[in-house]
Each structure stands twice: as C-alpha cells, then as structure tokens.
C-alpha cells in the first residue's frame, strides 16, 4: 500500500501534467480560432461586396457604394459589429481556459499544502508564485486583445 505522501506527489505529478495538457491546447485552440476568424471575415466581405457587384460594377465601385449605405466603414474592409463579434467569441474562449487552468492550479496548489502536511522523505516540495498563473491567463488574453489591436490600428485586416 502507498503512503499517503506518494499518492500526494502522484497526484501533484499528474495535475501538473493535466495543467501543462490543458495550456498546450489552449494556445492551439485559440490560434486556430483566430486563423479561422480570418478566413470567416474575408469571406463576409467577399459576400458583402459580392451582393453589390452588378455585372458592370468594378470591386472599387462596390465598396464605394456599400460606403455610401454605410453598410462599410470608408477606411475599413469589415463592419466594426461584426469583426467584434468574432472577436467576443475568442474571448469567451480565452475565458473558458483561463478559468479552467486558474481551477486546476487551486487543485495543484491544496494537493501541495497537503503533501507539505505529510511529508515523511524529508524532501519538501519548494514554494510557488502567483507569476506563472498570472503569466499564463495573460497569455490566453492575448488573442482577443492582438485580434482588438490589429482592427484598430490595420483597419484592412
């Protein structure tokens, strides 16, 4: 039977190991959101434009004339609500995991204190920071954040 302090850094090993799963996918999820997000906004205004094409009508015809609707911004290729839909979308994602990975560092924290309780090797566990968590969550913020700063200041993107 296990003692108490190897089930402890068993589970300590495997949270960490589901931690560092959950910020593997976490990033590739959200750089495929955002690639998919750029595909999705060029075929909207394709679509856009598309509808305004009329057999004669250049594509810079079309855009002027979708500016004088204001269905499209004059500096722009997508209209502001819907390019920030998109942009919502990964940052409820961004979210989801940010809110997972600060759950599973509580876990992996508590695991810890409770082997700090019952060690019996000698060998205690070294102290940790709020910085890498902190670090972490920036990170998956990051795309909703680059994906605002790229409309603002490329706004053909």
Known sequence: MKS???????????????????????VSVLVALQTALYFVRRDVIKSLIDRELAPNVTMK????????AEKLAAEALLPWWRYIAGTCFLLFVSLVFAGVTIYGTKQYRHARSELAKHVTSGITPPQTSNVPLMLIVLMFLFFPLFDVFVRLLLPHA
């Open 61 to 68: 015809q079309a855009v002027e004339t979708l500016v004088k």
């Open 4 to 26: 108490t302090e190897e089930m402890l850094r068993e589970e300590i090993q495997s949270l960490r190991d589901v931690l560092f799963r959950l910020v593997q996918w976490g």
